[in-house]
């Protein structure tokens, strides 16, 4: 049931009597309209360009209840030279369409490109260990690499000048399994903390980064590595062969990141993680792959400059920001005035704690590449362990089914970004279509 | 100037008290009516030759616009200022202590109520209920079609009826309405005599 309409009269009038009239605001208005020169009645206000913007910013509605007949002309007149004008922008539409046609074309072909980089690469990394892969066939992503423009992966320009503190790593070590790891992990950091001697084109060029501190945008190229080696090592020589590996992290400069054996057979198979600096890495799988056969190798390098860069820059932008906010603080002269600010205040540090965050994070894996190592014992006779794969039947299909699903999803993941450039280029074009024709059309015509 | 003071000072207060109403505080209505008013008289030799009969709605519309626009503009940068604490309460020496607390309470949980509503509903209904303006003169002051005012107003008390508290006072409001009729009415043994 609704609520009696004569209740809601009352209670407004109730509440509407609570609030006090302060006669002194009726004497500022009576004080502040004698200086004001009422319109002429006719269409003087039309010149008026003070009184205009007044008009248009009270309500426009207002003038069409007033002269409605003036109103109506003024759209007629409005819509008459739309009409007009979209007739003569057709052969500029025309035109753009055109542009953009051959623009979403090349983006197609784009498309197909890193399809076909993507099954080259795809088919790389089907490389199964037993198979006899060349010892020195490095893998590197196709893809990436033609993107990125260099021709062979060891020519990066990398320089790492953005370190992080020892704290970061001894915590990224903490899930190893050997107690080198954690050794590493300490003499890692204790490499970070010294700087390298001057005129030294040293790899180890590391300036210790302060918690919450900016860092300057990088001048050279931020790369991240990552790779992976599969080795079959002889009978015996497991325990060895770690050992070596483990000693290679630690000469480099890097250390252990994760490591674990288990015995099949009374084989032993395991991996290792080596954490190396990133100018360390070509040389570093080198070595590895002179500690026993090479099953498989594969490297991948990826330029996150420009996510090191955008950090930096809206870290800083931010800062500038906050930097405003505090100052307005200091202006403020109402408590509500101060916790709204001091609301964006908090709003804005939080945002800024987060982006160093990401910045920390984005250091560490510029300065240290990740190189994950399988390594196989051999059996007695020198073959390598089997694995077992279907030849026939459920199993077999089931096998096929897993690969092709992964395959599907890998090139609609590949697909998928450029079409979305393409999409997100075509709304710019027509954005900028839209805004910019006239001055268009006056160029062509 | 005669005039214009006694225009100002006869329309003020209505304008004020709507604004309170829409806005839920005294300190921005009182901006808002003040720049109404400056507004309002600027334009009020236009109004009255073409709309002689239709100046209050006319009035009222650039009320609602200013407080429509502090709604937007201005009050959603400072989060909206809650309806007043503490209202000033003006003491009515012809009510027992009873009644005024009554009417305090009435007047906080109505104004509660009304904080609650969307702003297009609560300046539907404030218009209809405060100010007493027609659908029509309501329609002319917010632009709208009659037809969608009326809906407003109706959708307007839906929601109003659907708060508890609200809908306590109604009844116990009819409550004493009935009561103050039914001792004004003879009784029956008085009829038969």
């Known amino acids: ?17 609570q609030f006090r009239i302060d006669e002194s605001v009726i004497e500022e208005i009576l004080n502040n309209s004698i200086s004001l020169q009422a319109p002429a009645k006719n269409d003087e206000r039309f010149t008026d360009k003070d009184l205009q913007a007044d008009v248009s910013e009270i309500e426009e509605p207002i003038w069409d209840e007033l002269n409605e007949t003036e109103s109506i002309t003024l759209r007629f007149r409005k819509r008459a030279k739309k009409i007009s004008a979209s007739r003569k922008t057709l052969p500029v539409a025309i035109a753009a369409s055109i542009v953009l046609t051959i623009f979403l074309t090349l983006s197609i072909a784009g498309i197909n490109h890193t399809t ?3 099954v080259a690469s795809s088919t790389a990394k089907e490389t199964l260990p037993g198979t006899k892969a060349p010892s020195t066939s490095h893998i590197p992503n196709s893809s990436s690499t033609s993107r990125l423009g260099l021709n062979e992966f060891g020519k990066f320009p990398s320089q790492p000048q953005i370190n992080s503190q020892g704290e970061t790593f001894s915590g990224s070590a903490s899930g190893s399994s050997s107690s080198a790891a954690v050794q590493g992990a300490a003499q890692a950091a204790a490499q970070a903390a010294q700087a390298p001697p001057p005129g030294q084109n040293s790899t180890q060029s590391i300036s210790p ?5 900016i860092q300057p945008p990088p001048s050279q190229n931020a790369i991240e590595k990552t790779g992976s080696v599969v080795l079959s090592v002889k009978y015996g020589t497991f325990n060895e062969t770690i050992n070596r590996l483990s000693g290679l992290a ?5 250390f252990v990141g994760n490591s674990q054996s288990q015995s099949e057979n009374g084989l032993m198979t395991g991996s290792i993680t080596l954490e190396v600096p990133v100018n360390s890495f070509e040389s570093v799988v080198g070595q590895v792959e002179s500690l026993g056969k090479v099953v498989s190798v594969s490297t991948k390098a990826t330029n996150v400059t420009g996510q090191v860069v955008d950090l930096a820059s809206r870290i800083q932008a931010l800062q500038d920001s906050l930097a405003q906010y505090e100052k307005i603080l200091s202006q403020a002269y109402s408590i509500g005035d101060v916790l709204s600010v001091q609301s964006q205040i908090d709003s804005i540090q939080s945002q800024i704690e987060q982006l160093q965050g990401e910045q920390n994070l984005m250091n560490s894996v510029t300065i240290y590449s990740s190189l994950n190592i399988s390594v196989n014992e051999l059996g007695r006779t020198g073959h390598p362990v089997q694995i077992h794969t279907p030849e026939s039947g459920i199993a077999l299909a089931w096998h096929k089914a897993i690969n092709g699903f992964a395959r599907g999803f890998d090139d609609v993941i590949a697909i998928a970004g450029p079409l979305l450039f393409g999409l997100i ?4 074009a027509l954005f900028i279509f839209k805004f910019s024709w006239k001055s268009i059309r006056r160029w062509i015509l | 100037m005669a005039e214009l003071a006694d225009w100002i000072r006869e329309g003020y207060a209505p304008a004020f008290k709507t604004a309170c109403l829409i806005l839920g505080n005294s300190s921005d209505a009182e901006e808002a009516v003040q720049e109404a008013f400056l507004r309002a008289w600027r334009f009020r030799d236009s109004i009255s030759d073409n709309q002689g009969n239709a100046i209050r709605p006319w009035l009222y519309r650039v009320v609602v616009n200013t407080c429509v626009s502090k709604l937007r503009k201005e009050i959603p940068h400072r989060d909206r200022r809650a309806p007043e604490a503490s209202l000033e309460h003006l003491s009515d020496p012809k009510l027992s202590p009873d009644q005024e607390g009554d009417r305090l309470e009435l007047a906080t949980e109505m104004l509660k109520s009304l904080s609650s509503l969307p702003d297009h509903l609560r300046i539907t209904l404030v218009l209809r209920y405060y100010v007493g303006l027609s659908e029509r003169e309501i329609a002319m002051a917010i632009k709208k079609r009659p037809g969608t005012v009326k809906s407003r107003l109706h959708e307007g008390r839906r929601l109003l009826s659907e ?8 009844s116990e409001w009819l409550a004493v309405k009935a009561s103050a009729r039914t001792s004004q009415l003879p009784s029956i043994e008085e009829e038969m005599n």
Do not use: H
């Open chain 1, 1 to 17: 049931m609704l609520i009696d309409e004569r209740f809601i009269a009352e209670a407004m009038s109730t509440a509407a009597d």
């Open chain 1, 116 to 118: 076909g980089a993507n």
């Open chain 1, 209 to 213: 980064v302060v918690p919450g501190a």
């Open chain 1, 250 to 254: 630690t000469g480099s400069g890097g």
């Open chain 1, 425 to 428: 280029a075509l709304i710019i």
């Open chain 2, 163 to 170: 708060i508890p508290a609200l809908q306590l006072l109604a």
